[in-house]
């Protein structure tokens, strides 16, 4: 029971305190203005703003760790471990197989690509134009000529 004038008593020293900060103002409902209400929302108004200003504060951070990881000199020190690379291999394993066989094949053709017939066809065709332009007036390949072209170049349609 002894609670109960205290609180009285507290609450009409507020009253007195809001009616000498705020005198006979109203807010916008029409009501007088409270102390506490006001601080309570300048208070919750605060926690937000630092609330905030934390978050910001880690962006800040990561926006950091981001542009670290964008510049090229950090990432030319970042190794790929060897069991990754190995993976990445194997991965690719089909492909490389297939681009070996390619290469092999080119180089037994290499004698071939190295031929003067192909460098400089214009000393050996008589005048009768590049075969790249189109204009290719010489006489035809023989039926033996046309097989043996076939054997060693498969690639070359005639």
Known sequence: MDRKPDTDNLEMRLQALE???YGERRNKSGK??????????????????????????????KIEDLLKYLDPQFTDHITVPDAM???????????????AALLEQVSSLQ????STYIRDPEEH???QGHP?????TGPTHTPDEDVALKKTAPWWEL
């Open 111 to 114: 004698p071939l690509l190295d």
């Open 19 to 21: 009616s000498r900060l």
């Open 32 to 61: 007088p203005v409270k102390c506490a209400e006001s601080l309570s929302r300048i208070q919750a108004g605060l926690t937000n703003t630092a609330n905030k200003r934390e978050r910001v504060k880690i962006l800040h951070k």
């Open 125 to 127: 065709g008589g005048g």
């Open 85 to 99: 690379k190995l993976e990445f291999i194997l991965a690719e394993e089909d492909f490389l197989l297939s681009q």
């Open 132 to 136: 790249a332009c189109g204009v290719v």
